[in-house]
């Protein structure tokens, strides 16, 4: 069973527009999330992470918005660049639980056309 | 600061040889953690170590699987007699306790079963 989910495997966007990823979970217990960026042949590149007790993250032109309620998370890439083109991954992790143990999603991939 | 660095970057080797990989964290990092990543999956926990103890391993880590963190250091990752199905990257991250938002990769070894 999979408790991260990110429904879209790919997501196609203008240069200078907003991107939107999305990313679901199952497990209440999750109480904190973080976005990672992987290009090929690398690691995943730390972008952006949130806690349940807050509802939106910002750093420069990533913000991240969680609805609780919904078990729904989301990054906004505002504006959208090129280099931004890469495989994005939701994680989550049990963290108040004494996991910091990741879960991921199966990515989302991103490109962004000039 | 140069990140955290896995050795080698790739392995090709034959169905039943053993193979090792290395991990060295950030420095100042206490936890280690192991990952494997298949082609279209996210990340997969296997274990991690907060310095020398190894706290928990997941189901996927069978008894042909075996991590140490002798000196609370390096890593390294051993399997024995290797199976097609273990080819995956193997990524290895490091955080500081009670930062989940730390938690950074290192580039990954491919390892290739024949």
């Known amino acids: 069973d999979q408790q991260v989910k990110q429904n879209s495997p790919s997501l196609s966007v203008q240069e200078g527009r907003i991107s939107i990823l999305n990313c679901d979970y199952t497990n209440s217990m999750f109480d904190y999330f973080l976005w990672y960026k992987k290009y090929p042949a690398e690691g995943p590149t730390f972008l952006i992470s949130i806690s349940s007790i807050k509802d939106k993250n910002e750093d420069g032109r990533f913000t991240v918005f969680l609805n609780k309620s919904a078990k729904h998370l989301s990054l906004h890439i505002v504006p959208s660049q090129p280099g931004d083109s890469a495989v994005y991954f939701c994680a989550a992790s049990a963290y108040q639980g004494g996991s910091e143990k990741l879960v991921f999603g199966k990515g989302t991939k991103l490109t962004v056309n000039p | 600061d140069t990140g955290v660095s896995q050795n080698p970057r790739h392995k090709i080797t034959k169905r039943g040889q053993n193979v090792t990989f290395r991990c060295d964290p950030i420095s100042e990092h206490n936890r280690l953690y192991w990952y494997r990543q298949t082609l279209g999956q996210g990340p997969e926990f296997l274990t991690y170590?907060?310095?020398?103890?190894?706290?928990?391993k997941s189901r996927l880590l069978s008894d042909r699987f075996s991590a140490e963190r002798p000196k609370g250091s390096f890593s390294t990752l051993e399997i024995q007699r290797t199976e097609q199905g273990d080819s995956a990257m193997y990524l290895c991250?490091?955080?500081?306790?009670?930062?989940?938002?730390?938690?950074?990769f290192g580039p990954g070894t491919r390892l290739t079963v024949l």
């Open positions: 991250a490091s955080s500081l306790e009670g930062r989940p938002d730390t938690q950074y």
């Open positions: 170590f907060q310095n020398e103890a190894q706290l928990e």
